[in-house]
């Protein structure tokens, strides 16, 4: 049973929901949750699938997995009834997202290939969304060269659709991967590369997903360019104190860097109580401290060398190692493929894969 062509008007607006997500989670959120709430006891189980489907998906990525177990269990056991095998597919993909954060990373990847192997004939957009899980799952792996493989796939799917808003995603984590390899300079121009084209995109503000400019500002500290960082990071701080999203705490770790860096650290110790996300019940207390022990380091100097805390999730531990380290070189086909296709000024042409990871 294919929902993309089924004639039920319930169903497309549950698909709508789902397609509308890489755009504006927050209204997605909201319309998918009413729409399962609508359906709740009606005979439209296929549709009311797809929208705890989509709202589970979108809580995996706030980080409230536990919500997103149970919003993906319900999907999943209405497409099964029904015998949608691509709802099944889609909702055992984004399972991966909850195993990986409990640290269960081989069922995670199980989780995030088993769609990828089978002969379901995905739309691409979707199909970009299940390399995503996939590559996801590697990085938490520290296995980074297959989780470049994956998004790479991913990028030529988006270019190969026209689709300018899911490349710039790809673009973004990407960069995400390079900075915890330790490729800075990469990074940063494919971050940069990442975060134009959202501006090029679209003017709307609430549309933009801030986490490629958190990566610009932090890797520019990170490289030395401290007056760069310094004009990003004023950007970056408008969006930050807009968000809605719960992530956005995690946006304030490369402002405090960058105002420290500058010679603003009253600035910098102010940032914690500008963000709107701060309320214990909607943010991690772990993620609370850890800021306030950065604001504390900006208290004793602000001359002092930047604490890497990577924006992306994924990432945190593979880019403080590498900060750690120092600048570890960390070469392999792949970043080596990346480089040679940056132009003079730092533009991404065209990419193809040139690795693959197994069980694709």
């Known amino acids: 049973m294919n929902p993309r062509t089924a004639d039920d008007p319930e169903l497309q607006a549950a698909l709508r929901a789902w397609d509308s997500a890489i755009a504006s989670r927050e209204n997605s959120f909201d319309e998918s949750m009413q729409i399962r709430t609508a359906l709740r006891d009606s005979a439209s189980r296929q549709a009311d ?17 536990d919500f997103a177990e149970v919003l993906l269990t319900e999907a999943l056991g209405r497409f099964y009834l029904i015998g ?8 055992i993909s984004h399972f991966s997202i909850r195993q990986t954060s409990h640290q269960d990373l081989d069922r995670a990847l199980e989780f995030a290939l088993k769609p ?18 996939a590559a996801q799952c590697y990085w938490s792996r520290e296995e980074s060269h297959h989780a470049i493989a994956h998004l790479l796939k991913s990028l030529d799917l988006a270019r190969s659709i026209n689709d ?11 960069g995400a991967v390079l900075m915890s390899l330790g490729e800075w300079d990469l990074a940063l121009a494919v971050s940069l590369k990442a975060w134009k084209l959202q501006l090029i995109n679209s003017t ?7 986490t490629q400019l958190a990566n610009v500002v932090l890797l520019n500290c990170l490289l030395g360019n401290h007056r760069k960082a310094l004009g990003y990071a004023d950007q970056l701080f408008e969006y930050a104190i807009a968000s809605r999203e719960p992530a956005a705490l995690l946006y304030f770790f490369p402002l405090v860097d960058a105002y420290s860096l500058n010679g603003q650290s009253r600035k910098g110790r102010r940032l914690p109580g500008s963000c709107p996300c701060t309320k214990p019940n909607q943010q991690d207390g772990v993620c609370l401290r850890a800021l306030d022990g950065c604001r504390r380091n900006v208290a004793r100097s602000s001359e002092q060398p930047p604490v890497c805390h990577c924006v992306s999730r994924a990432s945190v531990g593979a880019a403080r190692r590498s900060c750690q380290a120092g600048r570890p070189s960390m070469r392999c086909a792949l970043t080596h493929s990346l480089k040679r296709r940056l132009g003079a000024q730092g533009r ?3 990419v193809e894969g040139v690795g693959e990871p197994p069980q694709i």
């Open 84 to 91: 949608d095998a691509y709802g099944e597919a889609m909702a």
């Open 348 to 350: 991404i042409h065209e």
């Open 49 to 65: 699938g797809w929208a705890a489907l989509t709202s589970g998906r979108i809580s995996a990525f706030r980080g409230d997995v």
């Open 164 to 174: 300018s808003e899911r490349s710039s995603v790809a673009l973004g984590n990407i």
């Open 116 to 133: 990828l192997s089978s002969s379901i004939p995905f739309l691409d957009q979707d199909r970009i969304l299940l390399h995503n899980c």
């Open 204 to 210: 709307d503000r609430e549309k933009h997903q801030p």
